[in-house]
């Protein structure tokens, strides 16, 4: 059974401390790694695909990085509109459902 | 105009009424999936639908139904609804011709209250 999990559940962070987040998985056969945001009472936003470690993808102030057992998602400078929810999956060689972690909570103080 | 639409939005109703959600695309998409989301846990799979004529259960579809009524059209029903089906609903569609991964891409969800 595939299994993810995140860390710390909760962050909070000062505008401009970068830091990192933890996605650890376990699965069968890795098809892709997901990163998605949420805000508060919104539908989660597609942010990247990760699909072999060593493989890192960037995207304004976040980076994402993957190996065999693990994923971070490192947030540099951070700012106020930074603040989500971020959650991570993993998608199995064999199909296509996704196995959702239970999110981080980021929240940038200015 | 969204990709992804769900009505309605916000739905307040008491147990043991009858409850349809409804999801519109306008991505193309043949896949579709139903996801709840209660607070603190992890998006659960309810059911999900390659195309009309295939439907199939997630992790959690008791005491829901689906209905696919189009390639752009997937409703989730709950028969009779109760108080721990309070939650946040999503859909969600994907393209699997589209890349080495399925990316699934999220409606804004409808919130759900069964008091």
């Known amino acids: 059974e595939d299994q993810v999990t995140q860390s710390p559940e909760a962050l909070r962070l000062q505008e401009g401390e970068s830091s990192s987040l933890n996605c650890s998985y376990t699965?069968?056969?890795?098809?892709?790694l997901f990163w998605y945001r949420q805000d508060p009472g919104k539908g989660p936003e597609f942010l990247f695909t990760l699909y072999s470690a060593g493989e890192e993808k960037e995207k304004e102030r976040l980076k994402a990085t993957l190996t065999k057992k693990e994923s971070f998602l490192h947030i540099t400078a951070p700012k106020p509109e930074d603040s989500a929810t971020y959650l991570c999956?993993?998608?199995?060689?064999?199909?296509?459902?996704?196995?959702f972690g239970e999110g981080t909570q980021l929240t940038v103080n200015p | 105009d969204a990709d992804v639409t769900q009505t309605p939005r916000n739905r307040i109703t008491k147990t043991g009424k009858r409850i349809m959600l409804e999801c519109s695309q306008t991505k193309g998409h043949d896949r579709m999936y139903w996801y709840r989301q209660d607070p603190g846990l992890g998006l659960q799979l309810i059911y999900y639908s390659f195309d009309v004529k295939d439907i199939n259960k997630g992790e959690i579809s008791d005491g829901y139904s689906v209905s696919r009524q189009a390639q752009a059209k997937f409703s989730l029903s709950l028969e009779s609804a109760i108080p721990n089906q309070t939650a946040l609903y999503f859909c969600?569609?994907?393209?699997?011709?589209?890349?080495?991964?399925?990316?699934?891409?999220f409606g804004p969800g409808t919130r759900l209250t069964v008091l």
């Open positions: 999956a993993v998608q199995e060689t064999s199909g296509s459902r996704l196995t």
């Open positions: 969600a569609t994907s393209d699997p011709r589209q890349g080495i991964t399925d990316t699934q891409y």
């Open positions: 699965v069968s056969g890795l098809r892709g």
